[in-house]
């Protein structure tokens, strides 16, 4: 396993993450052990979750295999706060106020129970999990900053920000000397690249690190699914049918066809070169998969083994359209 330094920071992370929003609803206790158990075993030592995961299901099994397990030191856990926390579905107003957003309430109050079910005492990497316009980025940075002087945060890090709010908040946090984000976690991978355009770069201009979610497209990516089959049973496509309207479009068929065959001809599956093709951009210091099976974790581990050429990037990028 490879690892990189997030973003400004001294702390290095592995380049393959374990995205953990399965646990507690797709994926059961058991399965979620074994999967935490591979990536102790293959290196993986960057785990993504949130408060709102399966209702804080998702914290409680880390903290139950990870903390309680005795591995704490071996894992660097990020946990995220802001999306609604009263039983809504995401995006959707809190029922009750005060339950979601990016209020100094709102993070101290969230901040308790994540530790509480992570079964720790300090959380590696704390993100915002979405901007909040109803509240000033001051008070949400001096919050985050005050956690970090706790001792309860160790790095703060910003997601689905776009470069405005991202540029708004770090400038705060110069202007106030407070601590500011060092990562940037946003949806990317070879189908979706609107983050290319300005997050991307401005990452790249203040050190931020690129933390891709989805970077197989749900496993779309991975090529197990074909043309005009039904998703098989169990699969995540034939589970949550919204991945199906999301990525299974004619264009998107014809890009994997083409990246398949890049792959393929170099004695590569098409899941390796989603991960290769993100990680020759050294602004991304991990990206972050979902796993249902520890076979998926070791298969994905592997990915690092392939390193991209300046040319191997440019054909690649070439065929995504
Ligand atoms: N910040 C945000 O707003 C945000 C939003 C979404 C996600 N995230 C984070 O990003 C993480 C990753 O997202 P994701 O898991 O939804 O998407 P993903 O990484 O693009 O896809 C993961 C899925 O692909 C399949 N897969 C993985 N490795 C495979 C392999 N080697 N062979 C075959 N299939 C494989 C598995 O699905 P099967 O079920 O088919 O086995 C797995 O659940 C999440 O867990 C979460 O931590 C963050």
């Known amino acids: 396993m490879e690892y990189r330094r997030l973003g400004n920071t001294g702390l290095e992370i592995s380049t393959i993450g374990l995205g953990t929003n399965n646990f507690g609803g797709r994926s059961d206790f058991d399965e979620s052990k074994a999967v935490l158990n591979q990536c102790l075993e293959s290196g993986v030592n960057f785990l993504d979750t949130a408060n709102a995961y399966s209702a804080g299901k998702s914290e409680e099994i880390i903290g139950e295999v990870i903390s309680k397990g005795g591995h704490r030191q071996d894992m660097i856990i990020a946990t995220k706060v802001g999306l609604n926390v009263a039983g809504g579905p995401p995006g959707t107003p809190p029922a009750k106020p005060n339950m979601g957003g990016a209020s100094r309430l709102h993070i101290m109050e969230q901040v308790e129970q994540s530790l509480r079910r992570l079964q720790t005492d300090y959380i590696d990497v704390y993100y915002m999990h979405r901007w909040d316009p109803n509240t000033p980025i001051e008070e949400t940075v001096r919050a985050l900053d005050d956690l970090v002087h706790q001792g309860k945060v160790r790095y703060i890090g910003a997601s689905n920000y776009t470069a405005w709010q991202l540029a708004e908040a770090i400038h705060t946090s ?143 990028t070439a065929l995504l359209g």
């Open 174 to 316: 110069r202007n106030q000397g407070l601590y500011e984000f060092s990562c940037l976690q946003v949806e990317y991978s070879m189908l979706v690249r609107d983050v290319e355009a300005e997050a991307v770069p401005f990452s790249e201009k203040y050190n931020v690190g690129v933390i891709p979610f989805f970077p197989l497209a749900g496993g779309f990516l991975t090529g197990k699914y074909s043309q005009g089959v039904d998703p098989a049973e169990g699969t995540r496509f034939a589970k949550t049918p919204m991945f199906k309207d999301r990525y299974m479009s004619d264009k998107n068929w014809d890009v994997l066809g083409k990246v398949g065959s890049f792959a393929g001809e170099r004695g590569h599956s098409t899941a390796e070169l989603a991960f290769a093709w993100l990680l020759a951009n050294p602004t991304i210091p991990s990206v972050i998969a979902g796993a249902t099976k520890p076979e998926q974790v070791v298969a994905n581990a592997k990915a690092t083994e392939w390193k991209l050429t300046a040319d191997e990037v440019a054909g690649v």
